[in-house]
């Protein structure tokens, strides 16, 4: 080197110099590469809002009727245990499974906003009831309990709200994690996927102590988690003095995405921090909170939103959907927290569709380009004939009266008559809202079986004379059938009733009436002499 360059020598500081910026180089461009590779990874995962519907909550939330877009997306919740059988799933310890398929028509309303195209998860737990791993002790019972919720309601998304007393029942986490994570595996074996998320209590300072031994031990069961929801709600002497509850929860954001970093790493698996906020989940409490004072505001929820956007956090939901509204002015007092409505002036707004806002246009990643809808290709309706043999009702016919309440089957859908109807075709696609007679409740499902013409017998309630005089209350049978008098009558034959017919003097009695009826025979009102 000396020889072509005579007089010139390499200094050890010079040396040191350069070496240090070959390092620092090198370093930079590592950094650069891991940060693009983060943020391709980022990309991949899926962005969502979805909100929680209390499903045994009165009144019924009609989550099949989605009034947004942004309400397409449900956390049905909670599945806790029966508190008679360990094992066995329940909507609230209130329905079993079939019994909500039949009292709250379940099982078909969910298959309603599939059909439209939503997305149903269910989340497990809650703070009141038991979640199934707090009572089922055995590992097989407990995995078969999740796969049945699962495999019932045609899920690919779960949720695990864990809280409370259930946090520190280590026993109880670890057979969670191992059952959720032998759930997840043989899914995937079968070509379905499985997404867990874990539902997480957290202050300002993030997750709790037992909130990150919970994520740790999912981990370590081999649970492929989606990402860790933490609640932001219901700080009480944690909240951060002088601070919104947007403040307080962007706080408990920030420190919750350096926990699951910090996990991650524990773990083994080094992830960038893209990802992780992609592993982050954020759920407010709207409106007023179960604390006096902690009152989550339009304003709160349009800066969260704006927030989750620019950080891409993974999923925004929020307690609960049933209580988007404001409150009647029938509500006397909303510092007291109403399952249906949110204590807050809301005007037109929704929180939904603030807090939606925050994650669309970033299922695919953020930034990633969007993608032309190919144009729709025209195509003939296929022709649908209904089955008697197969349909839960009677199938619909244009001759046939319907009253309110009455249900049909028409072109494998099930629909519930609004008032008296005739000859008005169910999917009629002109006809909307108050103008039409019928409501959708959802498709026949596969499982249906035509449901049995109740027929009442002899001795149900006097047999109908036409020389008789009937009050209103009066009731009668009449071809298999109990009617009651809705006023003075005589003469007037039930048939009317039995066709649908309004100006009739009688009255049908449902099916659950006419059961209850049934049962206690001599409670049956007798005819006035």
Known sequence: ???????????????????????????????????????????????????????????????????????????????????????????????????????????????????????????????????????????????????????????????????????????????????????????????????????????????????????????????????????????????????????????????AHRQLTGLYRDAGSELGSETVWRKIGLTPMIGQNDIQGEIFTLKDAEELSAYASAKGVGRLSMWSLNRDRTCSP????????????????????????????????LSGGAGSPAVPAASPQPSKAPVVTDDPSKSPYPVWNETTAYTSGERIVWHSNVYEAKWWTRADTPDDPVLQGAATPWRIIGPVLPGDKPTPQLTAPAGTAPKWVPATVYRKGDRVLFEGRVYEAKWWTQTDSPEAAQQGAPESPWAKLRDEELLKLMATPSATPKPTP
């Open 330 to 361: 029938n509500y006397p007092d909303v510092k007291q927290v109403s399952d249906g409505c949110s204590g807050v002036e809301q005007g037109s707004a929704t929180f939904a569709t603030i807090l939606g806002a925050g994650v669309s246009g």
């Open 1 to 255: 080197m000396s020889a072509r360059f005579p007089g010139r020598k390499l200094s050890l500081v010079r040396l040191s110099i350069l070496t240090g910026v070959v390092m620092a180089i090198t370093a930079g461009g590592a950094t650069a590469w891991g940060n693009f590779q983060d943020g391709r990874a980022a990309e991949a995962i899926p962005s969502v809002f979805a909100g929680y519907v209390d499903v045994t909550a009165t009144p019924r939330y009609a989550f099949e009727d989605p009034v947004s877009k942004e309400a397409e997306n449900v956390l049905l919740s909670f599945i806790v245990a029966d508190r008679a059988n360990a094992c066995t799933p329940t909507w609230g310890a209130a329905y079993s499974l079939d019994d909500a398929g039949s009292a709250l028509d379940l099982d078909r309303r969910v298959a309603r906003l599939q059909q439209l195209g939503g997305t149903v998860s269910v989340s497990f737990g809650g703070l009141i009831n038991d979640e199934l791993a707090i009572s089922c002790t055995d590992a097989g019972q407990l995995e078969a309990a999740y796969r049945a919720v699962v495999d019932r309601y045609n899920v690919s998304s779960i949720d695990l709200d864990i809280e409370g007393e259930a946090l520190n029942d280590i026993a109880s986490l670890d057979r969670r994690a191992a059952a959720v994570a032998a759930l997840q595996q043989d899914r995937r074996g079968n070509g379905k996927d499985l997404t867990v998320w874990l539902t997480l209590p957290a202050d300002p300072n993030g997750l709790t102590t037992a909130g990150s031994d919970a994520v740790r031990r999912m981990i370590a069961a081999g649970t492929d988690l989606a990402g860790v929801n933490i609640m932001t709600m219901d700080y009480g002497g944690s909240r951060l003095a002088d601070r919104s509850m947007y403040e307080n929860a962007v706080s408990a954001a920030e420190a």
